[in-house]
């Protein structure tokens, strides 16, 4: 079945730019997705269609990919953006959604 | 404003059915997918499955298949994740979500608040 692979955890401290990366192999033909997940609540789309930012979330956050890897980027990390983000997109054939496993961004 | 509001936690035990449900309002129900993802205790999203209220039309994660039974009523605008027997393994937060357009790729814009479920005997 179908992977998209992120790192457990990254760290920064307030103020830096904090780089989360999310690889799969169909990645080069489908769209990537973002979600931030603060403790407790609800999941919050960031980045959609692989770089586009939903009205009101703020322009510190975008999305880029290069070959089989998306890449969420922080600029300019602050603390309220300490949460777990989630990347999302569908397998080569265009049947199946996956999430991948999800990183806890830690800023301090 | 778009909202989708779910059903209220549940404890069951192992082997009871349970439906939970996931409420919209402020579009219209029809030109939208919903989504049902879970997430167990401390672990990541799992994407369960994908219904299109316009024509009931179903997509089940593999590891899902047969598991659960997603369905809506579009009387209510209301769509629906069930279980005919429990397991402890079900133990997790539900989410349901809606695709912002009419295409079954499309990002998850809007989500509900969550569903707990606990199943222990």
């Known amino acids: 079945s179908y992977e998209l692979t992120q790192p457990p955890s990254v760290s920064v401290s307030p103020g830096q730019t904090a780089r989360i990366t999310c690889s799969g192999d169909?990645?080069?033909?489908?769209?990537a997705y973002w979600y931030q997940q603060k403790s407790g609540q609800a999941p919050v789309l960031v980045i959609y269609?692989?770089?586009k930012r939903p009205s009101g979330i703020p322009e510190r956050f975008s999305g880029s990919t290069s070959g089989t890897m998306a890449t969420l980027t922080i600029s300019g990390a602050q603390v309220e953006d300490e949460a777990d983000y989630h990347c999302?997109?569908?397998?080569?054939?265009?049947?199946?959604?996956?999430f991948g496993g999800g990183t806890k961004l830690t800023v301090l | 404003e778009v909202q989708l509001v779910q059903s209220g936690a549940e404890l069951k035990e192992p082997g009871e059915s349970l439906k939970i449900s996931c409420q919209v309002s402020?579009?219209?129900?029809?030109?939208?997918?919903i989504v049902w993802v879970r997430q167990r205790p401390g672990k990541g999203l799992e994407w369960m499955g994908i219904?299109?209220?316009?024509?009931?039309?179903?997509r089940y994660s593999p590891s899902f298949q047969g598991q659960v039974t997603i369905s809506v009523d579009k009387s209510i605008s209301t769509a629906y994740l069930q279980w005919s027997s429990l397991k402890a393994s079900d133990t997790a937060t539900y989410y349901c979500?809606?695709?912002?357009?009419?295409?079954?790729?499309?990002?998850?814009?809007?989500w509900g608040q969550g569903t707990r479920v606990t199943v222990s005997s």
């Open positions: 169909a990645l080069p033909r489908k769209y």
């Open positions: 402020g579009y219209i129900f029809t030109n939208s997918w």
């Open positions: 999302d997109s569908t397998d080569a054939s265009g049947t199946h959604r996956v």
């Open positions: 979500a809606r695709t912002y357009s009419a295409a079954v790729g499309d990002s998850y814009d809007v």
């Open positions: 269609e692989d770089n």
């Open positions: 219904i299109y209220p316009g024509d009931s039309e179903t």
